[in-house]
């Protein structure tokens, strides 16, 4: 199979790339004209450089494809809504319309599950409606997912979509990357009782749902979830890093609702004094780590063949062994520091 990927020099993308090259599958990855991919090119991989939001420069990038893997998207920046849009779902489009133009077999989108929202009361499954936070990242995805579901619906579009939880694992340095340095420097905090399920995958299961969303003949025209199952609590995420790093547990506790409050805050400074700069605090990671949210994966174990490998301590454990050997800059941590995030 001759594969393209999107966002494949990212963090999820490298671990993907690595996947479908080891099964023997012919990989092509679109990347901008800037980026460094001389990892991609060592390991024999099809670079072509466009840009998402320039629909001129993605002619023929997926002619003679058999499956095109959309991960590309505009993340944890501070932006405007405009500027997400323009990538998460006009870039979308545009990839889906060269992919149409070439006849692909199989267009696998990732979406995210934070397009239901942080607090639907409930297990959710895929008929949950999306009704994502107030954040120009989880709006955008969402209408990116209805995006690709429409020109499935009306267009003839071969498209899966998945909506995995907060993917981690090795090669991470935006999300557990940050987790881990406030945990090693002591500035860790507990939002609330901590008891709360983190919405959490290691990043082999995801490659793993993307790869069945790939192959599987019944998978066309399906949304599936994919996590793990078997969450971690907000307090037993932060400790287990703890642990590993070999540091103190976490002891700041702040209240939810005091939290979000000065995120408000935060943001509205921010917005204030025209930065490019992320606030330290925001709306959204308050609510990620404070908001119990349970995801059913039910689907996916019973029309994919998807189940969970990596149980989500042992994952942590993976996930530090390399935070570790990066920090270091030590053997192992350098065919994975190319993915960025």
């Known amino acids: 199979m001759t594969v393209l990927v999107t966002g494949g020099n990212g963090f999820v993308g490298h671990h993907l790339v690595s996947a479908l090259l080891d099964r023997g599958d012919q990989v092509r990855v679109l990347a901008l004209p800037t980026e460094d991919t001389s990892w991609l090119e060592e390991r024999g991989v099809d670079v072509r450089r466009g840009d998402l939001c320039r629909p001129d420069t993605l002619a023929g990038c997926a002619e003679g494809v058999d499956g095109v893997v959309h991960l590309a998207a505009m993340m944890d920046v501070w932006r405007p809504l405009r500027d997400y849009r323009a990538v998460n779902v006009d870039g979308t489009e545009h990839v889906a319309r060269a992919a149409m133009a070439s006849g692909v077999r199989r267009f696998v989108h990732m979406s995210s599950s934070s397009v239901y929202g942080v607090a639907p009361g409930r297990t959710v499954d895929e008929t949950v409606p999306l009704l994502p936070f107030d954040d120009p990242y989880p709006v955008t995805k969402a209408e990116g997912d209805h995006l690709v579901r429409r020109l499935a619906a009306e267009e003839g579009l071969p498209a899966v979509i998945l909506r995995p939880d907060q993917v981690f694992g090795p090669g ?166 190319r993915a960025g995030a």
């Open 172 to 337: 991470d340095r935006l999300h557990f990357g940050r987790t881990a340095e406030r945990v090693r420097a002591g500035t860790a905090i507990v939002v609330g009782s901590g008891d709360n399920a983190m919405p959490l995958v290691y990043v082999s299961d995801i490659v793993q749902g993307l790869l069945l969303a790939l192959d599987h003949e019944r998978a066309i025209g399906q949304v599936f979830n994919i996590t793990n199952d078997e969450p971690l609590t907000q307090l037993g995420f932060l400790e287990a890093i703890a642990t590993e790093l070999g540091v103190g547990r976490p002891r700041i506790r702040v209240p939810a609702r005091a939290l979000y409050a000065a995120a408000w805050a935060a943001e509205r400074a921010a917005l204030a004094v025209h930065t490019s700069r992320r606030p330290p605090l925001t709306r959204l990671g308050v609510a990620f780590a404070a908001t119990d949210v349970r995801f059913s994966i039910d689907k996916a174990r019973r029309e994919l063949g998807y189940a969970p490998g990596v149980p989500l301590r042992e994952g942590v454990r993976l996930a530090a062994a390399w935070h570790i050997a990066d920090a270091a800059g030590g053997p192992g941590s350098a065919s994975v520091s």
